[in-house]
């Protein structure tokens, strides 16, 4: 047991309602990470698979030790990498940057790149304005001092990436793992969530996602503070025939040098979290599931940590906290 990982835990549950602290639903939690040398190659998947779950929430928390950081590390780390064999298709158009929103605290901003790895056709929508073939699209806030990037999502292979508001040491942090919402299907080696439209609204600060199996989901910001960050997610129907709704995917090299390293799930009826390193994990039932890091890596050193937690079967239930 990783007895480290047990003051996160009590700064989640300080955090949480005790009377809704547990999930209406376990779910399979699968393990389907292969070990690689390269550190920008996504070689962590972490899934979440129930036929009855249509509500949840996805938490990304600083990490443990985000208080002492005084230092941060982003640089990318090409050792060992060879993407060769990537596939490249050309974008449609010619690079750009198209702001959909600007308020006061919120601004919504999308990018095109001169090429991606997947054909771009997925449609993009904010009121009136309708935007095909975007790559990326950033939610920024406006914090004490200056705006933060919050949330991006990538349309194109339904790929999100969320953070907090930095601590006050800190100008900005880092991201890490990135998660899947939706009905997760295999393209080649990448798993991917197959998005037709995306349309964000700025009075909910949610984003309805129309998925090209016909069903649909909805991601909502539920609350952004410096210690966390909450997103209420909602499914018009179950995910079935043995497919994830959600998913981690993330990086793992060595104990110094990952965005991910540990997992511990919350099983049904147990007593105490199970806590593990996650190369070798297993797998198992859980209630909650935490994926993150207890020591420091040279790697996106302040990338949070990722939860995902209150499964519920009914969508329409109050969302928990």
């Not at 198209?98 to 095109?112: A, K, N, R």
């Amino acid at each position: 047991m990783i007895s480290v990982l047990r003051p996160l835990f009590l700064s989640l549950t300080l955090f949480a309602s005790p009377a809704l602290a547990a999930s209406d639903v376990a779910v399979e939690v699968k393990n389907e990470s292969e070990p690689v040398l390269c550190a920008e190659k996504d070689n962590v998947t972490i899934k979440a698979i129930s036929p009855e779950v249509r509500r949840f929430q996805i938490e990304a928390a600083h990490p443990a030790y985000i208080a002492g950081l005084l230092r941060d590390n982003w640089e990318a780390d090409w050792t060992a990498c060879d993407m060769t064999g990537d596939p490249v298709f050309a974008a449609q158009t010619p690079p750009r940057r198209v702001t959909f929103y600007e308020s006061i605290e919120y601004w919504l901003v999308g990018y095109t790149f001169p090429t991606f790895w997947r054909p771009s056709d997925t449609t993009f929508k904010v009121g009136d304005r309708v935007e095909k073939g975007l790559h990326l699209v950033q939610l920024w806030k406006l914090g004490k001092d200056r705006s933060h990037e919050l949330l991006v999502v990538y349309p194109q292979d339904g790929y999100w990436r969320a953070r907090p508001m930095p601590p006050s040491q800190l100008p900005a942090t880092a991201y890490g793992s990135s998660f899947l919402f939706g009905p997760i299907e295999q393209d080649g080696a990448r798993p991917v969530v197959n998005i037709r439209e995306i349309e964000f609204d700025p009075k909910t600060t949610s984003f309805t996602l129309s998925f090209k199996d016909g069903s649909t989901g909805t991601l909502k910001l539920d609350s952004v503070d410096e210690n966390r960050m909450v997103l209420d997610a909602v499914l018009d129907k179950p995910v079935t025939g043995g497919k994830a709704f959600v998913a981690l995917r993330s990086m793992y090299v060595t104990e110094g040098n990952n965005d991910v390293a540990q997992i511990a799930i919350r099983e049904p009826g147990a007593k105490s979290w199970r806590e593990e390193k996650l190369m070798p994990f297993t797998g198992g039932k859980a209630t909650d599931i935490w994926m993150g890091r207890t020591t420091h890596s040279r790697h996106n050193t302040s990338s949070p940590d990722m939860v995902f937690r209150n499964f519920a079967k009914d969508p329409n239930s109050p969302a928990k906290k």
